[in-house]
């Protein structure tokens, strides 16, 4: 039994850890990406980073990270609102990273906020 719940313990860390560099990897892509983007194909870029937002939603956050990552998804939304398009010189390229993160950030937003929902609607 104690075995059992080391071993359960032991992947639950493995898992997070996964979820944890994911959320590392899917940030620095989107910056890169954003950088690069005339050069990356936007099919596999949109991919790889709901992909990798998917991964961070299901198996990164605790309890107590939700509403934090929730308010931080919100800001980050409400901010690709705006034209950062028109700042000369780097516009472009804040337009398009702020665009990336807020396609890695949604989709774990969209895990997480269900997660929550399901959870209020249990008790």
């Known amino acids: ?35 690069f983007h005339k050069f990356i194909d936007p099919q596999i870029l949109v991919t790889t980073l709901v992909a990798l937002g998917l991964i961070v939603g299901l198996f990164n956050l605790t309890a107590k990270e939700t509403m934090p990552f929730l308010v931080a998804a919100i800001a980050l939304m409400l901010a690709g609102i705006v034209n950062l ?13 702020l665009s ?24």
């Open 1 to 35: 039994m104690v075995k059992a719940k080391a071993a359960f313990r032991r992947n639950n860390v493995e898992i997070h850890r996964l979820a944890h560099y994911s959320f590392f990897v899917g940030l620095l892509i989107a910056i890169i990406a954003g950088f």
């Open 100 to 123: 990336n993160i807020v396609v890695f950030v949604v989709p774990g937003a969209i895990i997480v906020g269900l997660k929550t929902i399901w959870k209020l609607a249990s008790d």
């Open 85 to 97: 398009g028109l700042i000369p010189g780097v516009g472009l390229y804040l337009r398009s990273i």
